[in-house]
Nanobody
Framework: QVQLVESGGGLVQAGGSLRLSCAAS??????????LGWFRQAPGKEREFVAAISRSSGDTYYADSVKGRFTISRANAKSTMDLQMNSLKHEDTATYYCAADPFGSTRYSTSGKYAYWGQGTQVTVSS
């Protein structure tokens, strides 16, 4: 079982930056063995993929809408994952969720890959 807790959300003006963090805890997992991802959901819209980072090689994957603006990273020693968000746009406004997959399936952009989810943190970008 893995518990995930996001932090770092808030209100920011368009063009600004925010850094989200996700902390993992639990008794029966090894953080470095988790594929990790960020998803977001805006009101009235479906949850969508934002970014992911693989367990071993640390390969990263991004949605086209955030590529070049967002950077995902992980710190295995701290059991944390971050999402640095720069050049924020109004359309980035959403609740952001971190997710973890202990099984190692591919298709990083698919929400069904991830067995564990955080409760979400709100990001609001004013235009």
């Amino acid at each position: 079982q893995v518990q995930l807790v996001e932090s770092g959300g808030g209100l920011v003006q368009a063009g600004g930056s925010l850094r989200l963090s996700c902390a993992a805890s639990g008794r029966t997992f090894t953080f470095s063995n988790l594929d990790l991802g960020w998803f977001r959901q805006a009101p009235g819209k479906e949850r969508e993929f934002v970014a992911a980072i693989s367990r071993s090689s640390g390969d990263t994957y991004y949605a086209d809408s955030v590529k070049g603006r967002f950077t995902i990273s992980r710190a295995n020693a701290k059991s944390t994952m971050d999402l640095q968000m720069n050049s924020l746009k109004h359309e980035d406004t959403a609740t952001y969720y971190c997710a973890a997959d202990p099984f190692g399936s591919t298709r990083y952009s698919t929400s069904g890959k991830y067995a564990y989810w955080g409760q979400g943190t709100q990001v609001t970008v004013s235009s």
